[in-house]
């Protein structure tokens, strides 16, 4: 891209972010699902109390301004939800579904609360898992059985009891269900796959009210749905996912000047390219701290991991180097938590198919306006078993080697904050996408257009249209990468 053309995309940008802003009014204006004219009787609601082994929590109870939050909470993510219902187990969901159908509630589905859309909250209702945290992990068989609002740190340290792992995702705090779903790429899946290639069976709460089992015996239609595209067809109460055994990893943190991010940048890239599967890493550009981070983990050969570290340590002198020999479960104890004192954040993230120096150049631009408290990274670089698999061999598509997911993350204090640092925010998201042929990775989806489910889910979507309308024909569960329901 030249110079001119650069100059005329941004000038266009920023001439169509200035005119669909509309960042505070929303949440300001924005009306509850039962569109305040439809009365919810009392008497219902008493009988959802008392059917409920959790809890029910409406807007003038206490804990209910805490409960509606979600990690990314800013004027486009604040919902104020009817209603929020800390459900125990499955009939907990079962009673809430029925209610929200019966009362013509939008719903949304939290387990971590970390979707980058906001999708955890509504203005309807929202079912919280969280309660729901039970774990047993079969050593004999090598998996792990869990409910719906368990975290992916719980599991990975659950299984490291045993020297097993799961394949999930880098986030500790990120809900492993719902990671799963939605396709789940992390420090294993160059050795393992995605997460939901390790999903092996499912029990979940479909629009109708049943409670269907779901494997490769019962249901394997949905389980192929569920690997990928699930938050679609309703809410996995809980579920099995293959372990892996694992021994020590060499993992942690080399960080760099910032003022070499050019040329670790095109290192990580190169090196990523001939990267063995043993082997994953994340890239953060921190202006603030004026620090470029590689955050790695080797799960082969101590001997292998050194010589790889000497290429890491070559390319620039590290301005510090944590990385050491620990067990695998250690990484459960990364921070995710937002920073103290910062009430507000959002994410946009961007996927493409390669790391080229034109993309590199773009982003080092961007970085070099950012606001304060801005992360800029590069996550899951996709090569080993993961890409082995077929694009239809599960919902899940996304199988091409050399694609990179590109996260812009921001912090601040004040509401009045936001217009400044989302502007910012979506300008650099819009500069990132690519032109023509986007693809999506669903956990990483942050924004929602015409078009984009098709782009998660590539040639997947026919087949989940299909599906969607089998087990959910008037797309009751909405709040998701959306696939409609077929016109059949």
């Known amino acids: 891209m030249n110079v001119k053309t650069r100059q005329s995309r941004r000038k266009f940008i920023k001439h169509t972010l200035a005119a669909t802003a509309t960042f505070g009014i929303k949440a300001a204006s924005a009306q509850l699902a039962t569109g305040r004219s439809r009365h919810i009787d009392s008497s219902a609601l008493e009988k959802l109390r008392t059917q409920l082994k959790g809890g029910l929590i409406l ?40 209610f929200a159908r019966e009362h013509g509630l939008e719903v949304a589905v939290r387990g971590g609360g970390q979707s980058m859309m906001g999708w955890g909250t509504s203005d309807g209702l929202v079912i919280d898992l969280a309660s729901m945290n039970r774990i047993t992990i079969n050593p004999a068989k090598r998996t792990a059985l869990m409910d719906g609002g368990v975290l992916s740190g719980e599991v990975i340290k659950a299984a490291g009891r045993y020297g097993l792992a799961p394949a999930l995702g880098q ?16 420090w294993l899946s160059g050795l393992y796959g995605a997460a939901c290639d390790n999903l092996l069976s499912a029990r979940m709460v479909v629009a109708d009210g049943q409670i269907l089992s779901v494997d490769a015996e019962s249901n394997p239609n949905l389980l192929w749905g569920l690997r990928g595209a699930g938050a679609n067809f309703g809410v996995m109460t809980d579920f099995e996912c293959r372990l892996h055994p694992i021994g020590p990893v060499t993992a942690g943190n080399i960080y760099y000047s910032i003022n070499e991010a050019r040329p670790v940048l ?17 890239l953060d550009l921190v202006p603030a701290e004026g620090t470029v981070s590689i955050t790695l983990c080797h799960s082969g050969e101590k001997a292998e991991a050194e010589q790889l570290l000497r290429s890491f340590r070559r390319v620039a002198t590290p301005t510090k180097d944590t990385v050491k020999l620990e067990e695998f479960s250690e990484l459960a104890n990364l921070s995710t938590a937002a920073k103290p004192g910062l009430s507000y954040s ?12 034109a993309l590199i150049d773009h982003i080092l631009d961007r970085v070099s306006q950012a606001p304060p408290n801005t992360v800029l990274g590069v996550s899951h670089y996709m090569h080993g078993e993961v890409c082995r698999l077929a694009e239809n061999a599960t919902a899940f598509p996304l199988r091409q080697s050399g694609g990179v997911h590109i996260r812009t993350s921001l912090s601040w204090d004040t509401a009045a904050q936001a217009p400044q640092f989302m502007r910012w925010a979506n ?26 489910s098709q782009a998660v889910f590539g040639n997947n979507y026919s087949r989940l249209a299909a599906l969607k309308h089998m087990y959910d024909p008037s797309n009751f569960f909405r709040r998701n990468s959306n696939v409609e329901p077929a016109k059949i």
């Open 59 to 98: 807007p003038k109870e206490s804990g209910y301004e805490a409960a509606r939050r979600v990690l990314f909470w800013n004027p486009d993510t604040e919902r104020r939800p009817a209603m929020i219902v800390k459900c125990a187990d499955a009939d907990d969901v079962r009673y809430v579904v029925e």
């Open 171 to 186: 986030c500790p705090g990120v809900g492993a269900a719902g990671v799963t779903i939605g396709g789940g790429l992390g």
């Open 266 to 282: 095109r290192f990580f890239r190169d090196f990523m390219a001939k990267a063995p599967d043993s082997f994953q890493a994340t």
């Open 346 to 357: 959002c994410i946009a993230a961007v996927y493409r198919e390669e790391l080229s120096n």
């Open 427 to 452: 300008e650099t998201h819009q500069l990132l996408r690519p032109s023509s042929g986007e693809r999506i990775y669903a956990n990483y989806q942050t924004h929602a257009e015409k078009g984009s």
